[in-house]
T-cell receptor, first 112, second 113 residues
Framework: NAGVTQTPKFQVLKTGQSMTLQCAQD?????MSWYRQDPGMGLRLIHY???????DQGEVPNGYNVSRSTTEDFPLRLLSAAPSQTSVYFC???????????FGSGTRLTVV | AQSVSQHNHHVILSEAASLELGCNYS??????LFWYVQYPGQHLQLLLK??????LVKGIKGFEAEFIKSKFSFNLRKPSVQWSDTAEYFC???????????FGGGTRVLVKP
């Protein structure tokens, strides 16, 4: 039972590079979300999805794209990395509004 | 706008002391409330949640939280902390019909042995 799997665990990018953070869950959860965690700011919602083919913006969507072609996968794309995107990124999934979210172990991203 | 605020950024306690962390939320309508814990170097884990019914909810590891609707609060408590409770604690809220989970800024708790 893997839960929510995020890859990679660590990544260093140069300014302007693009990359995709992977997130997969094996619990058949409909809801998936991406958060970034910065010191003193808690977790801020980047994008979320309520099912395959459906995505919406969260609190801090600029500079990020998502897609949800399958129930299992919810990749986060950084289009042109900036130092302000240095953060820890968490993916989470949930089976419905009546339960909590299960979080992945995070991706620590540094943009230089 | 929906928001969650945690008033204490850092708390330092000795073992066996009691812990109470404050959480206030601003939401229209029915709200679901959560407390998550993040141990050093680890991901978030759910401590407890409130959806309806008894406003005093009990979670894992001896934690409990009380929902006070009139105060828009959902404070977390533990009567006697252990060194292993050193972690960051996050309060979160979601509208009952919604999908966005909004987090507070977190409270870092350090328990001295």
């Amino acid at each position: 039972n893997a839960g929510v799997t995020q890859t990679p665990k660590f990544q260093v990018l140069k300014t302007g590079q693009s990359m995709t953070l992977q997130c997969a869950q094996d619990m058949n959860h409909e809801y998936m979300s991406w958060y970034r965690q910065d010191p003193g700011m808690g977790l801020r919602l980047i994008h979320y999805s309520v099912g395959a083919g459906i995505t919406d913006q969260g609190e801090v969507p600029n500079g990020y794209n998502v897609s949800r072609s399958t129930t299992e996968d919810f990749p986060l794309r950084l289009l042109s990395a900036a130092p302000s995107q240095t953060s820890v990124y968490f993916c989470a999934s949930s089976s419905g509004t009546a339960v909590g979210y299960t979080f992945g172990s995070g991706t620590r991203l540094t943009v230089v | 706008a929906q928001s969650v605020s945690q008033h204490n950024h850092h708390v330092i306690l000795s073992e066996a002391a009691s812990l109470e962390l404050g959480c206030n939320y601003s939401y229209g309508g029915t709200v679901n409330l959560f407390w998550y814990v993040q141990y050093p170097g680890q991901h978030l884990q759910l401590l407890l949640k409130y959806f309806s019914g008894d406003p005093l909810v009990k979670g894992i590891k001896g934690f409990e939280a009380e929902f006070i609707k009139s105060k828009f609060s959902f404070n977390l408590r533990k009567p006697s902390v252990q060194w292993s409770d050193t972690a960051e604690y996050f309060c979160a809220a979601r509208g009952a019909a919604g999908n966005k989970l909004t987090f507070g800024g977190g409270t870092r708790v350090l328990v001295k042995p």
